[in-house]
């Protein structure tokens, strides 16, 4: 090894030498498993530590991760990134949009008009020459108009994809992973691992690339993505050294070789063979279609038949590899190919079970409407071409007597054409197709804005969910507290001290053992690291055991020593911490024989003491009256003041029992089994009980009060004892004096919800959790069973909606089960982001808060943006209708409306949202799930407005060229030129809907409209750009917009009718929304609980009969189509309609490559989600290791 070059510490290949294996040595080495891949490194390469010297890495150092060294790297291995799905092109992005169908109408009927205006006339049709060489303008003016919208919805997609991937850029980087590089732990991005790599795996884990074992702790694995198996598998260095990219560790610790990275791991393996048959997909289509037999035949004959099952999942789930880093789940292609026939009725009905569950509060609603909306709009758009048709033919060869002759054929037609196109047009103006732009950019704008306030928004609907939000379980630690830990009391050899007790008045037997015991019996990840300037030391890994460690330094120790008298790989056995044993245990060699060192919550490693030490470091017997006097006497005072108790135990093991001098010394006997942890974990000796505080963030109390008066339940679940919990709940305000409350731990939740077969009761749930405020001692099982049994409640008149936090890999059902999951960002496993909605950057109770304002911000934008909609929709359509009755034509032409419906509606739903919110949004209840969506406040005012405007239309219809004194532009020919009137009516009409946009901004009655406006900047410039942008409109638009220029006169009583909505709305404000009969407001309500509870898949599943074909229908007409795209951006584009409901969030994070695999997996074989409801657990798959993890919060919180 002297030639190998060291840069400081690590190694680095010499310039004159090259690796010892390619890319393909590594490749066949991961093609084994289990003791068979243990087995052929060693018969091939002579272990894993021949493999790192080939490799030019040290499994202590690791590489020198020298720049060159790196790059070396990279280019012999690969890097670890999963080259991403190209996006689309813009011109692609134009196709997609001009497919509208309401587009490729007016794009036909503009088409005729325009070819029949260069049909020649003969002289009896009259008309001037003016007329009929302005009857082109109409028909390009109409597709200079659909020209300009596919344009701007092009430009906005492209838009939203880039700012997109850029986020999602930004967050992949920020995903890390530790290795040991020169010799130090660091944290890299994901991306930036590269072959020879030493990678320290710990609990939580979701593993980025392939490796080998080089050292594990009780390693645990959860390769379900990769074989479908449930099972964890447990991982040796000589039992099963295989670890494979996408899968998540369960339990323990370890380091690990990284042997394959990139499109070289399972996982790349994997996107490339999918990837490949997707493309042979493609072709085969375009095949078929040449020669169906011919098909047939190369198919019979096919070589990758795994490879054609692969190819109909990935057409079903349409997936966007949009991340870079390789660390997803991966799913082996072949393991489908079974039981997909005899599961595909099951399939089916996850699917369903899925689309309903999918579905937000806000995105059920919006469809209801758009379904209403989309059935008026086209029964108004079909009457009026029928009325105007009709009509028309009665008058001309009916009263009038005229024949269709062959010279009137072309006039006939172009007549017909343009009623046609005016009934579109009032199709256009009556479905509010900016309704899902203005969904799409409050979401993105709130997602932005969230990211300042902590909050990393991984499921656009989760940010609307959280406005609506009844109940948020919360953990405790670093949530509530400021997991910032440290020990404060102690009760050592006997005595309770209420500070740091000298330690050189304890005796030597204690002072060893106290040192020891926490030293080793620690994950070697936990660090304290003094501050330079003197300030608080830096807590790095895991809290409570941050604050074990931060006790040794205030005692006048060190830590260290012990930790390189014993290193990690030299422990003989470790048991890690996990929700079933709420403590560790670490077994080392000592020269008599084996001693154990456990650490846990204080009253479950008290009970498997039967020993304690005194004063002098001596055992003696601890009986069970002793354990009751140490729980009320010390752990009971401890827990009431707020701390987290702590018992630290070991024991020894002789292997000669000459050596035995102690009572407490036991013989090991020689057919011992380690693996039997009861039988190794008892008859402990206690050595100590600690009391650890974890301060209250200051900022919670009114945080939580905030929360109460908003109408949310905040209730706290922990791993902590009862009485801390309930310390720390009390000062968070939780708990409050006066209120009627309860305080459980798991064991009595368990006993109250449980029937008499010990299955959960709905019923007694029931009872239980409208009163729940704290629950205590509780399992992720406990969370999972108390967040299901409040959304399955039937209790309350409207369903719960529930908000989850949670950090442990167990938290993820919970999290995934909850409509809103909450992620901690700084003490989370990869696991939990995962399963998470919403990632909390600050671990703070605080920046939920925020994300319910924003949530409640997004409803209320969403309600504002439809207020002013819905009014101008109303109006437009009345007008053109009863245009159409009264004098055959609309008053508002279609390419006016085009203006004010494609532009207007974009420009005002960018402007109501980006409205900021405020704190006055947190002062009222949410909403609920059945509340209609209009309320009746809302209907007051689109009424009331609609009634004030479509009275000042038709007053100017009708009379306006006798109060304006100007020609009357009533019943002109097909292309006469415009005139002053019908200018004028236009031009009020967009100065009410103008004026009406600043009435729109509140929707709860407040009077002051222009309350915080100015922090509002958006809305004004889009206000004034509007206004002159309509200016120019008509002073300059001419024949392309039928305008004709007004006088300043004549201006002035336009602005001075929409001025007047402002007034108009004060009025409308005083009336009384009791006027409003509720009926009106509330006639979907009953409909949209059924759809919550049974009915709601009817809308959303592919390939079911049913409202679909009207949605899809409804939603072509309306443009909704394209914009819903923007959000299906946001969202991944990834279709979960393939997961079963415990994915129902498992929709790939920004953090890392969508887990297309293993949906496809569970797709395919119908494999029930790892719970406890499973019937097929057992109870060793429910531990939550928490061995040497920053995450961990030992003995609680878990």
């Not at 009927?109 to 009857?135: K, N, T």
């Not at 990840?525 to 330094?553: H, M, W, Y």
């Not at 670490?586 to 846990?600: A, C, D, E, Q, S």
């Not at 909609?869 to 032409?893: W, Y």
Request: hydrophobic share 40%; glycine share 8%; aromatic share 8%.
């Amino acid at each position: 090894m002297a030639e190998d070059q060291v840069d400081g510490l690590g190694m680095s290949r010499p310039r004159d030498a090259n690796y010892g294996l390619d890319v393909m040595d590594l490749r066949k080495i991961m093609e084994h498993h289990k003791h068979e891949g243990y087995e052929y490194v060693q018969e091939k390469y002579g272990g894993v530590l021949e493999l790192c010297k080939q490799l030019y890495t040290s499994p202590n150092e690791g590489i020198s991760g020298s720049p060159v060294d790196l790059e070396d790297r990279r280019k012999t291995f690969g890097s670890n990134v999963i080259p991403p799905k190209p996006p689309k092109t813009f011109l692609q992005l134009v196709w997609e949009a001009i497919q509208d169908v309401t587009l490729i109408v007016l794009i036909v009927a503009a088409l005729i008009s325009l070819g029949l205006s260069f049909y020649p006339r003969s002289e009896q049709e009259g008309g001037d020459s003016s007329e009929s060489e302005a009857g082109w303008i109409e028909g390009v003016a109409i597709l200079g108009a659909v020209v300009v919208v596919v344009l701007v919805t092009a430009f906005n997609d492209y838009q939203k994809e880039k700012q997109f991937r850029g986020l999602q850029s930004k967050i992949e980087h920020e995903h890390q992973f530790s290795v040991i590089r020169g010799g130090q732990d660091k944290n890299i991005p994901v991306g930036e691992i590269v072959v020879g790599d030493i990678a320290q795996v710990k609990y939580g884990d979701l593993l980025p690339a392939d490796g080998l074992l080089i050292q594990s702790n009780d390693l645990k694995v959860d390769e379900s993505s990769l074989t479908g198996e449930s099972d964890h598998v447990k991982k040796g260095v000589k039992t099963d050294p295989m670890m494979f990219s996408g899968t998540h560790v369960m339990e323990g610790s370890g380091k690990m070789l990284v042997t394959a990275v990139g499109v070289n791991s399972q996982t790349g393996i994997i996107f490339a063979l999918l990837g490949a048959s997707s493309e042979e997909g493609e072709k085969d289509k375009k095949k078929e279609k040449k020669d169906k037999n011919r098909l047939k035949g190369e198919e019979g004959n096919g070589v990758l038949s795994s490879d054609a099952e692969t190819k109909v999942d990935i057409d079903s789930i349409n997936p966007v590899i949009t991340g870079n880093n390789s660390h997803n789940n991966a799913t082996n292609a072949n393991s489908k190919t079974g039981n997909q026939g005899d599961e595909e009725g099951k399939d089916q009905k996850a699917k369903i079970e899925t689309a309903r569950k999918e579905k937000s509060v806000l995105q059920g609603k919006l469809t209801k409407l758009a379904i209403q909306i989309g059935y008026g709009g086209t029964a108004v758009a079909v009457l009026v071409v029928l009325i105007l048709i009709v009509k028309f033919c009665v008058i001309e060869f009916g009263i009038e007597g005229k024949s269709w002759g062959a010279d009137d054929t072309a006039i006939y037609i172009e007549t017909f054409v343009f009623y046609f196109i005016i009934g579109v047009t009032v199709l256009v103006v009556a479905v509010p197709e900016g309704l899902p732009l203005a969904v799409t950019l409050a979401l993105a704008y709130s997602v932005r804005k969230m990211m300042d306030d902590n909050n990393l928004v991984r499921h656009l609907d989760a940010c609307e969910t959280m406005g609506n939000a009844t109940a948020i379980c919360s953990d405790k630690t670093g949530t509530l507290t400021t997991n910032r830990m440290t020990v404060v009391q102690s009760y050592i050899g006997g005595a309770h001290y209420k500070s740091t007790p000298n330690f050189s008045a304890l005796a030597p037997t204690l002072q060893d053992l106290i040192v020891r015991s926490i030293a080793i019996n620690s994950g070697y990840t936990s660090r304290v690291i003094p501050d330079k300037d003197g300030g608080l030391p830096q807590q790095l890994g895991n809290k409570t055991e941050c604050a074990l460690l931060g006790f040794i330094l205030d005692l006048g120790q060190q830590y260290y020593p012990i930790r390189d008298e014993v290193p990690e790989e030299a422990l003989f056995k470790v048991y890690t911490f996990n929700s079933v044993r709420k403590s560790m245990s670490t077994v080392i060699n000592m020269k008599f024989g084996y001693r154990l060192f456990t650490k846990g919550a204080s009253e479950i490693v008290l009970k498997k003491c039967n020993y304690i030490l005194d004063c002098d470091g001596k055992p003696k017997p601890f009986t069970m009256e002793d354990q009751e006097k140490i729980v009320k006497n010390v752990i009971e005072p401890m827990a009431g003041d707020g701390l987290r108790t702590i018992c630290v135990a070991y024991k020894d093991y002789h292997t000669d029992s000459s050596t035995k001098t102690e009572e407490n010394e036991v013989i090991l006997k020689p057919d011992h089994d380690w693996e039997d942890e009861d039988s190794v974990v008892r008859n402990l000796t206690c050595i100590l009980v600690v009391g650890i505080q974890d301060p209250v963030r200051d900022e919670v109390p009114a945080s939580i009060k905030q929360c109460q008066s908003a109408g949310i339940t905040v209730r706290m679940v922990t791993g902590d004892n009862v009485n801390t919990a309930r310390s720390i709940a009390t000062k968070c305000g939780i708990l409050t004096p006066h209120d009627h409350f309860l305080v459980l731990d798991g064991k009595e939740f368990n006993k109250r919800i449980r029937d008499a077969n010990g299955e959960v009761s709905q019923e007694l749930l029931d009872k239980v959790w409208p009163d729940l405020r704290v629950l205590a001692r509780s399992s992720p099982q406990d969370k999972y069973t108390l967040v299901k049994g409040i959304i399955d409640s039937k209790r309350s008149s409207s369903r719960e909606v529930v908000a989850v936090t949670g950090d442990g890999t167990n938290d993820g059902p919970a999290l995934k089960k909850a409509d809103v999951g909450f992620a901690m960002g700084i003490s989370g496993t990869d696991v939990a982001k995962e399963a998470s909605d919403i990632i909390l950057t600050d671990d703070n109770f605080t920046s939920i808060v925020k994300a319910v304002m924003w949530g409640r911000n997004v409803y209320d934008s969403i309600a504002k943006f439809l207020q002013f909609q819905l009014t101008v929709n109303c109006v437009a359509v009345m007008v053109a209708f009863f245009g159409a009755c009264i004098i055959n034509d609309s008053p508002l032409k279609a390419i006016q409306m085009l203006w004010v419906n494609l532009i207007m509606d974009t420009l005002a739903s960018l402007a109501l949202a980006t409205e900021l919110p405020s704190p006055e949004l947190l002062k009222r209840k949410p909403y609920g799930r059945t509340k209609a969506l209009i309320s009746r406040t809302m209907t007051k005012n689109i009424l009331g407005h609609s009634i004030y405007q479509l009275i000042v239309v038709f007053v100017l219809l009708f009379a306006g060229n006798n109060l304006f004194e100007i020609d009357d532009g009533k019943y002109a020919k097909i292309h006469a030129p415009p005139s002053q009137h019908f200018t004028i009516i236009f031009n009020t009409f967009v100065m009410m809907t103008l004026f009406n946009e600043i009435n729109a901004r509140k929707i709860h009655g407040q009077r002051n409209i222009f309350e915080g406006l100015r922090r509002n900047p958006v809305f004004i410039g889009i206000w004034i750009g509007t206004f002159v942008a309509q200016i120019i409109l008509v002073q300059f638009g001419g024949t392309v917009f039928s305008t004709k220029a007004l006088t300043l006169d004549q201006w002035f009583w336009c602005v001075f009718l929409g001025v007047s909505t402002l007034l108009w709305g004060q009025i409308i404000t005083t009336i009384p929304t009791s006027v409003i009969p509720k009926n009106i407001c509330k006639k979907g309500k009953k409909s949209l609980e059924v759809e919550d509870e049974e009915e709601e898949e009817v809308e959303e599943v592919d390939g079911m009969p049913g409202r679909r074909g009207q949605i899809l229908w409804i939603r072509g007409l309306a443009r909704l189509q394209t914009q819903i795209r923007v959000v299906n951006a946001f969202q991944m584009d990834f279709d979960t309609s393939q997961l079963d409901s415990y994915d129902k969030r498992s929709r790939p994070s920004v953090i890392s490559l969508q887990s297309l695999q293993s949906a496809q997996h569970r797709s395919a074989i119908s494999k029930k989600p790892n719970l406890a409801s499973s019937p097929e657990i057992d109870e060793g798959n429910n531990r939550s290791p928490l061995f040497g993890r920053q995450d961990s919060i030992p003995y609680a919180d878990e």
